[in-house]
């Protein structure tokens, strides 16, 4: 069997799809990539084999990589080196041998006007530049991103935001986990796979579905992008971060974090989990 390495094997999408692999391969020969000992600590309770191995030094990825036969590429998290990082672990993937990547970039990248797919763009690239087989798992918004203002929005009775009437196609972190898995065993190599949930909502139909599953009305507030931008500022958030949300509702305002293809529905050979199901296990654990 082929041996499988997953990198961000601590964070939730990572640790999501060791989990999936587990129920449909041999433990093992799976590998999960960590930075310390703690993570690693963790995952040996589960059975599974972890290597050492860290963007910042080559050597520890070239370790972790040797004798690894496809690669789940989990996009880093330090934003600033994220660059960097995937251009190091593509170029020590090919040095190593291993024979596959799958990685996680995000909805329509190659022509997305979103700051966030730039990053996605330019590793999607280095991997082609390669010559190494690849799957890119270009993922839609998370249905979890939404849980991050949801006491707030409780609270105030009000959801605020610069997306007008755009379409989100939420997907679960569960369901693009479990993709990320399936296609690391095979079946779509060389494939290009934009992965959206298959319900598409607007803001004003989000909030809907949120009012209905709290017991207590939710109202969804349009503003400016400038406006909405200038309010999460004055909320306490980093200027960075508020003009990156801002920037984000009015992309999506635009169609950028729309599709309506059922490509991840068809992977999975299900229908992708709905907004509501994600909203009610949030609330249900805050209950």
Not at 8 to 37: F, H, Y
Not at 237 to 254: G, K, M, N, S, Y
């Amino acid at each position: 069997m082929a041996k499988l390495l997953i990198t961000g094997a601590s964070g939730q999408l990572g640790r999501q799809a060791i989990e999936v692999l587990a129920q449909k391969t041999d433990k093992s020969d799976i590998i999960a990539m960590v930075r310390s000992d703690a993570q690693a600590a963790v995952l040996a309770r589960t059975g599974i084999t972890t290597r050492y191995g860290d963007y910042n030094d080559p050597a520890s990825l070239a370790q972790a990589f040797a004798g690894i036969d496809r690669l789940l590429l989990v996009s880093g998290s330090d934003m600033e080196n994220r660059v960097t990082h995937h251009k190091v672990a593509i170029a020590e993937a090919k040095t190593a041998g291993v024979k596959h990547i799958v990685y996680t970039s995000l909805l329509k990248a190659g022509d997305s006007p979103m700051p966030l797919a730039a990053d996605h763009k330019v590793t999607e690239e280095f991997i082609a530049e390669s010559g190494l087989s690849a799957t890119i798992l270009r993922n839609g918004w998370y249905s979890e991103n939404m849980l991050m203002g949801l006491e707030q929005d409780l609270s105030m009775r009000q959801h605020f935001g610069a997306a007008a009437d755009g379409k989100f196609s939420f997907a679960s972190r569960g369901d693009l986990a479990e993709a990320a898995a399936i296609t690391l065993l095979g079946g779509y190599d060389g494939q290009t796979l934009e992965l959206a949930g298959d319900e598409a909502l607007t803001m004003a139909e989000y909030t809907t579905i949120l009012s209905d599953i709290a017991g207590k009305p939710v109202a969804y507030v349009d503003m400016p992008q400038q406006a909405y931008q200038d309010a999460l500022v004055g909320a306490g958030l980093p200027e960075v971060f508020a003009a990156f949300l801002a920037a984000t509702d009015a992309f999506a305002a635009q169609g950028a974090l729309h599709d309506d293809s059922a490509t991840l529905s068809r992977i999975l050979g299900r229908p992708t989990t709905k907004m509501a199901t994600v909203l009610k296990t949030a609330l249900a654990t805050q209950s």
